[in-house]
């Protein structure tokens, strides 16, 4: 089974994904990209990577493909809900709560920005709901729990759905 994290920068995708590690293969995208050259360009604006979701789907499916059958394969990214998983988790947080992390990570204001106004309009959510149909799409909101309750939550999720 494939299983997507994902959601707006500074919901704790990264941070509870390392947890996951523990339990199950993590597929860090936002790495993959860099170390596989997966990407099309660089986009100036957003001084970013274009990433080439073609690639990194078959990459992730062909690496899915290698694992036993009744493993768990995490893809973590803003966009792994584009990469065709078995599930997807969108993470959610309040926007003064992510303001606070976005700054604390470094973003400037013009990504800062960006950021607020796609958690705002649930560009994501939105997304992933378009792709999954409603069907295993789950959300989690994050604003007020602890990273360990994040992990707990996913865990729970994933164990749910492969009948643990």
Known sequence: MIVAITGTPGTGKSSASKM???KYR???INELIKEKGF???VDEQRDCLIADTEKITDYVHEKHKEMDEKEVLIIE???SHLLNPDITIVLKTDTSVLIKRLEKKGFGKAKI???IEAEIMDVILLEADDICKGLKL???DTTKISIEDVFESIRKIID???GV
């Open 138 to 140: 789950n959300i989690i």
């Open 20 to 22: 996951l590690e523990e």
């Open 77 to 79: 990214c803003h966009f």
């Open 39 to 41: 990407f099309d360009g």
């Open 26 to 28: 993590v597929l860090h």
């Open 160 to 162: 749910e759905n492969i």
């Open 113 to 115: 920005e960006e950021n």
